[in-house]
Each structure stands twice: as structure tokens, then as C-alpha cells.
């Protein structure tokens, strides 16, 4: 069974800093693609960063300079470090896997960032 286990989120005031942790387990995270998303209320999803099995990293402009994505294979966990928080950053975010061995993607169930004063 496939599972993407978000954690980190809660609420923060504007310029503070959080940590978002992915823990996937039943996928090969080795070969998979692991990617953050978010959704703002009445908001499309929003795509912010990815990094491939191999730790190249890319992100949207929006968070570019302030959020950091990484993994740690043996621990099949991706990270969000953000920082410099900001009420537009206000959504629940979600982690993406494209196990690219058996070409399928998973989501998790989403962890609500809050930034206000």
C-alpha cells in the first residue's frame, strides 16, 4: 500500500520559517520524482519545487530564494524548508510521488500552512 504522509505544517507569522516532511512508503523512492505542491483557498493547485532521484532541484518563481526542497533516500522523506514566510504562502501543501520505475503517481493527503500576524 502507497502512502505519502505529510507533517510540519501549523501556523507561523509573516517572515517565520517551517519545515515540511514527506514520508513515502510502499513506492521505490529511489527512482521516484518527488515534487511539492499547494492549494490556497479557491486557488488552483500550484506547483513549487520537484527533485529528481538524482537531488536536481527546480521551483517556481514564486518561492525561489526562500523555500529549499531535499530528500533523504534511506529515509524515503522529502523536505520543504521554507522560509521568510508570508500570508500568500497561506495553503495546505501537498507532496507528490512519480514512481518513475512503474510510471505511477501518488499524493498525499495535504498539511495546512497558515501565515498570518
Known amino acids: 500500500q502507497v502512502r505519502l504522509v505529510e507533517s510540519g505544517g501549523g501556523s507561523v507569522q509573516p517572515g517565520g520559517s517551517l519545515t515540511l516532511s514527506c514520508a513515502a512508503s510502499?513506492?521505490?523512492?529511489?527512482?521516484?520524482?518527488m515534487t511539492w505542491y499547494r492549494q490556497a483557498p479557491e486557488k488552483q493547485r500550484e506547483w513549487i519545487a520537484h527533485?529528481?532521484?538524482?537531488?536536481?532541484?527546480t521551483y517556481a518563481d514564486s518561492v525561489k530564494g526562500r523555500f529549499t526542497i531535499s530528500r533523504d533516500n534511506a529515509k524515503s522523506t522529502v523536505y520543504l524548508q521554507m522560509s521568510n514566510l508570508q500570508p500568500d504562502d497561506t495553503a495546505v501543501y501537498y507532496c507528490?510521488?512519480?514512481?518513475?520505475?512503474?510510471?505511477?503517481?501518488?499524493w498525499g493527503q495535504g498539511t495546512p500552512v497558515t501565515v498570518s500576524s
Open positions: 507528490h510521488a512519480s514512481d518513475l520505475g512503474v510510471q505511477q503517481n501518488y
Open positions: 527533485i529528481t532521484p538524482y537531488g536536481s532541484t
Open positions: 510502499g513506492i521505490n523512492f529511489g527512482v521516484s520524482r
